[in-house]
């Protein structure tokens, strides 16, 4: 048990032979135990809270709290009754009765810090925010220690989410808030990065955006380092709820040099790009551009960049990123709905797309990938997309039943995905009746030949082949939708390793 670790009374050594067989799931000899003790020590509250707790795990819930309160209401101050009342309530699902035993705990012993912390944290699981904040200062007070101060803000942070009146939030619990911060970093007390993260949120929900970005950039920024690129992350969502595109597009080129695997810096790029192109932006004539460097306000310029982007990766024999070719793809599109011919610089969308299945087709990522992009492809070119996906894939030679199949899960993987994406295509859906069902029976074929890559899976792990049962199923509904009949009566469990 939890409290074991912490019973340092003279009865230490009588208890710890309940403590032992509560630990091991042996309940009933710790009530026996208990009761021997208690015999003894008719004072011993410990001892009746631990044999309520064994009492509580034998399913007697009600004697259980019975003896519990006997010495609740005792209003005990030892760490052993109290951390085994904690656990009981926890395990009766009562956190709302550990606040009124560490209440009367601190009313007892005004000046414990352990003690006032616990009335904290108990005041935290239920939610008791304003009770909360009183305590984290209750506790400053006796221990001025920054993350005691930064409970009680954090707590005031808390009503204000919590209200169901956005006006209170706004007027009084974070100004409050603020103001407490405020008086931390003038007096020069801000030590951790957990504080300078918790003034942000608040200036953030005030939609003080300016203050914020201030904030960011100062010596407080520097706090900012536990998650990687944090601070420059902050700044670039910043620049974009103040609208500043030059500060935003120069921040993602410079994060996508770092990093030209993630998307979210692709994104505020090109939303960045075409607000500058909107706002016909011109960088001044002398200084840099803006705060954070050299701004691409033109198509030419980002034309270039995804093209430098790509080179660099072309440039790599192995592990290549498909965040700049997926790039390429959205840039095109954005491209196409301004109407804009530098479209056909960067490639037919059908060739690209072919080679990014080429790379990425084994990865279970690429379905999800190239599906956001066939509307980039003309009703025509539909076919012509799905048979040249499919000669990238490695199949065996066809069987008796006419169905070829891969040769290893890679393989199995590329068949997946041109599947799914035949479906997303509508394919599937232009089948006839008899067309459906030999999909259904070449999918059911896949699966089976599937499961000989997944003979080491446990049964509760997914097999590499359990998609096209997924497949198959949603085939059966298009059949159900169209005829109201019922096809099939078979469907193979997935969860097993044999047909």
């Known amino acids: 048990m939890a409290a074991r670790g912490h019973v340092q009374d003279p009865n230490d050594r009588r208890l710890r032979p ?9 309940n009933k000899m710790a009530i026996q135990q208990a009761d021997k003790l208690l015999k003894k020590h008719k004072d011993l509250h410990c001892a009746k809270v631990l044999k309520a707790i064994g009492l509580q ?8 709290f019975t003896l519990a309160q006997e010495v609740a209401v005792l209003e005990p101050t030892d760490d052993n009754s109290l951390q085994a009342l904690t656990i009981l309530y926890r395990e009766m699902h009562r956190p ?74 706004q007027t009084m619990f974070l100004p409050l808030a603020e103001r407490m ?34 904030v960011v950039q100062g010596p407080l920024g520097e706090k900012l380092t536990s998650e990687l690129q ?20 120069a921040l993602s080129c410079k994060l996508l040099l770092k990093n030209p695997d993630d998307w979210q810096f692709y994104l505020l790029y090109f939303d960045s790009l075409f607000h500058l192109i909107d706002q016909s932006w011109t960088p001044p004539q002398e200084g840099t551009h803006s705060a954070e460097g050299e701004v691409h306000a033109s198509i030419s310029q980002a034309l270039s960049f995804m093209e430098d982007r790509i080179a660099t990766e072309e440039a790599k024999e192995s592990k290549h990123l498909r965040g700049p070719y997926l790039a390429r793809l959205e840039l095109i599109r954005r491209l196409r709905e301004r109407s804009c011919p530098e479209a056909q610089q960067l490639g037919e969308p059908l060739e690209l797309m072919f080679q990014f299945f080429v790379k990425f087709g084994d990865k279970p ?35 008796e039943d006419g169905v070829a199949f891969p040769g290893d899960t890679r393989a199995l993987q590329r068949h997946l995905c041109v599947t799914q ?27 089976r030949h599937g499961l000989q890559f997944g003979k080491s899976c446990l049964k509760t792990e997914l097999q590499f082949s359990d998609m096209y049962c997924l497949m198959a199923a ?26």
């Open 18 to 26: 309940i403590y032992d067989y509560l630990d091991n799931g042996n």
């Open 57 to 64: 795990r034998t399913a007697k819930q009600d004697e259980a």
């Open 96 to 169: 709302e009765l550990v606040t009124k035993l560490y209440e009367a705990a601190v009313r007892k012993v005004p000046t414990s810090e352990e003690y006032h912390s616990h009335l904290f944290m108990a005041y935290a699981r239920v939610g008791e925010y304003k009770k909360m904040q009183q305590a984290g200062m209750a506790l400053y007070k006796i221990v001025p220690k920054n993350p005691y101060y930064f409970w009680s803000v954090m707590s005031l942070v808390m009503q204000a989410i919590s209200a169901q009146d956005e006006k209170l939030s």
């Open 181 to 214: 911060v405020e008086k931390m970093v003038k007096e020069e007390k801000i030590e951790a990065e957990a504080e300078v993260q918790l003034y942000f949120m608040i200036l953030e929900r005030l939609g003080k955006y300016v203050e914020a970005l201030e």
């Open 230 to 249: 944090s601070r420059e992350n902050k700044c670039m969502m910043l620049y974009r709820r103040l609208e500043r595109w030059a500060e935003c597009n």
């Open 365 to 399: 990522c690429c379905i999800t990938d190239l599906k956001i992009f066939l509307d980039l492809l003309t009703p025509d070119q539909h076919v012509q997309f799905i048979n040249r996906l499919m000669e990238a894939v490695p199949l065996g030679a066809p069987g």
């Open 421 to 447: 994406l035949s479906r997303s295509l509508g394919q599937q859906h232009a089948l006839n009746t008899q067309g459906k069902l030999g999909l259904i029976k070449e999918l059911k074929a896949h699966y």
């Open 474 to 499: 949603h085939v059966y509904i298009d059949l159900w939708l169209e005829t109201s009949e019922v096809w099939g009566s078979w469907m193979p469990n997935t969860s097993s390793t044999t047909p």
